[in-house]
């Protein structure tokens, strides 16, 4: 059996699927938490998927030095959190006012994104598998 993880549209469609994943955490993370004092939404960078490795990405952070543990604090916490894959989780500004609890989680956004990146999940999944299919047939006409 070939490793297919080896070519490049293999490679990339899985290691989308796996960010994808890790996005579906993040908003589900969202969804619990909508009803959470002072909470506000997270959200994942995506990382380029043309690059050798998804946690190659520099922060803004990388190589300052701070003099006081609390320089530069809110830009740590986004840079220091990274999720299982070691994908950046950040919190963005929110766009919308706020509940009177401080949360800032609108729950039809967060839907709305869970759908995005579900479908954008199935066409990784319609892609890979056409590849593979592909490289089967290929492989059974050179071998058959």
Do not use: C, W
């Not at 998927?49 to 946690?55: C, M």
């Not at 500004?93 to 609890?101: C, G, N, V």
């Amino acid at each position: 059996m070939v490793d297919l993880s080896n070519l490049t549209v293999f490679n990339m469609a899985g290691r989308n699927m796996q960010y994808l994943s890790a996005k579906q955490r993040v908003i589900a993370q969202n969804i619990a938490n909508a009803s959470t004092p002072g909470y506000l939404a997270k959200d994942i960078e995506k990382p380029d998927f043309l690059e050798g490795s998804s946690t190659n990405k520099t922060t803004l952070i990388t190589g300052l030095t701070t003099t006081h543990e609390k320089h530069f604090a809110s830009l740590k916490s986004v840079s220091d959190s990274r999720s299982k894959g070691g994908y950046k989780i950040y919190t963005p500004a929110p766009k919308d006012a706020l509940t009177i609890d401080g949360n800032g989680v609108i729950v039809e956004d967060q839907m709305n994104e869970a759908s995005k990146a579900s479908n954008e999940y199935k066409k990784m999944i319609n892609i890979y598998n056409k590849y593979k299919d592909m490289m089967s047939v290929a492989n059974t006409k050179i071998n058959g």
